[in-house]
């Protein structure tokens, strides 16, 4: 029996992997990192965040069995007091760290104080209950977007590159996972990389309309059909029952430690831009996407975008653009050969895209994009 320290339980991925390790028989107790000002308004966090992974009854009780730990990544020990860091590093046997900013805007001094320090942090944490006797496990959620700037078969067992990188938050991702090698090799470490994390593969739901939701939205309001990017660009989507349950299966006691997997559809099951504007357009009914050459948008057709096109569609698309145009662009492939192999004993398999998407777009349009509550709470 152990206990887990998880972070990020407020979070898109935190939440459905809360959910999963209280099911689990082996896990006796559950400590969450929460930012919050007291422990009634870390509960309430709470749960608000479980209400968008389980039902609304069961929350409560899945709420119950959490410990909350008020703290923050940025802060030196999470900001905790010798004698609560001490208690937690005491009874932990399990750190399970998946909070991150996952913001691409943010500076790249912001994106290291989260991702950087924060798993500095947490490693730290695990150091010490590790060397109290009771460290079991260190399991990391990375990205598979630590490639960046690839645009080829990337394995398991790779991360340093000089490709570059799309954004701040990619870099933050890749130097925090390049500090663990460096720094946390003593440790029990797994890593986890998921690619584009997109809602639950039944329900649709999601909380997260950012990355490929955005293009999305703009079609079916029937605001703009030019994909900035190449139909034969891969695209990498991953549904988020699918992450929860994989980091669940291959965190449980006795499975192997060390290893890096790639949560994501893979070579093979990887679709194409070009096949989900179809999929898209079978579901919304408009007219076909087109297609546009970044660097010939961006010189020619955008300034002409600037002057005709006003208000908040004006508004969508610019900041959309700027962050969303390089995942249409051009991708890595994620092999993810290890980690198929490792959930085959467990039975998870990756799901298929086709078979899944039509349930992302129809919560999509339920919500209006998460501007609407969901018309049915999750199951
Ligand atoms: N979503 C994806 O497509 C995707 C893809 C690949 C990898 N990942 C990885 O998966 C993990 C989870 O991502 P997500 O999509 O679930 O992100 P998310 O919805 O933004 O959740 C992030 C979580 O981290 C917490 N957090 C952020 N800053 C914090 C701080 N200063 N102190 C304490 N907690 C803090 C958030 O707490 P608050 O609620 O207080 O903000 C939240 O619980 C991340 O490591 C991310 O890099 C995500």
């Known amino acids: 029996m152990g206990r887990v320290f998880l972070t990020g339980v407020t979070g898109f991925v935190g939440r459905y992997v809360a959910a999963r390790l209280l099911a689990r028989p082996d896990v006796e107790g559950l400590d969450v990192l929460v930012r919050a000002r007291d422990e009634a308004h870390a509960r309430e966090r709470l749960l608000d965040s479980m209400t968008h992974a389980v039902s609304p009854d069961d929350a409560p009780e899945l709420v119950a069995r959490m410990t909350p730990i008020i703290g923050d990544l940025r802060r030196d020990r999470f900001g905790l007091d010798e004698e609560a860091w001490h208690a937690l590093a005491g009874r932990t046997t399990h750190v399970l760290h998946g909070a991150a900013n996952v913001r691409f805007d943010q500076d790249l001094e912001d994106a290291r104080s989260y991702n950087v320090f924060g798993t500095e942090q947490a490693a730290l944490l695990a150091r010490e209950a590790k060397g109290r006797g009771g460290l079991d ?36 991702k890749y130097e925090a996972e390049q ?43 029937g605001w703009w059909r030019t994909v900035v990017g190449s139909a034969e660009t891969p695209v990498d989507i991953v549904p988020v029952d699918f992450v929860a349950d994989a980091i669940d299966a291959l965190s449980q006691p006795g499975q192997p430690v060390g290893a890096t997997y790639h949560l994501t559809s893979g070579v093979e099951g990887a ?70 192999a490792a959930l085959a004993a467990h039975g998870v398999e990756v799901p298929q895209v086709r078979e899944y998407f039509s349930n992302l777009l129809a919560y999509a349009k339920s919500t209006d994009f998460g501007k609407k509550p969901a018309e049915t709470p999750p199951a």
């Open 271 to 340: 679709v194409t831009i070009g096949a989900l504007a179809q999929l898209a357009q079978d579901f919304f009914g408009g007219r076909p996407a087109r297609f546009a050459d970044p660097d010939f948008f961006m010189t020619w057709v955008r300034p002409v975008v600037d002057l005709f096109i006003w208000g908040p569609k004006r508004r969508v698309l610019r900041q959309g653009g700027r962050f969303f145009i390089p995942y249409m662009s051009g991708n890595p492939l994620f092999d993810n050969t290890e980690t198929t």
């Open 137 to 172: 496990r260190f399991d990391w959620v990375g990205t598979a977007f630590v490639a960046g700037l690839r645009r080829d078969r990337v394995l398991e067992s790779e991360l340093e590159h000089a490709a570059g990188w799309k954004n701040p938050y990619e870099q933050s």
């Open 179 to 221: 500090w663990l090698r460096a720094h946390a090799a003593d440790l029990p470490l797994t890593v986890f990389r998921p690619s584009i994390v997109v809602g639950d593969s039944s329900t649709g739901a999601t909380t997260n309309f950012g990355m490929l939701y955005w293009p999305i939205r703009l079609y079916a309001k």
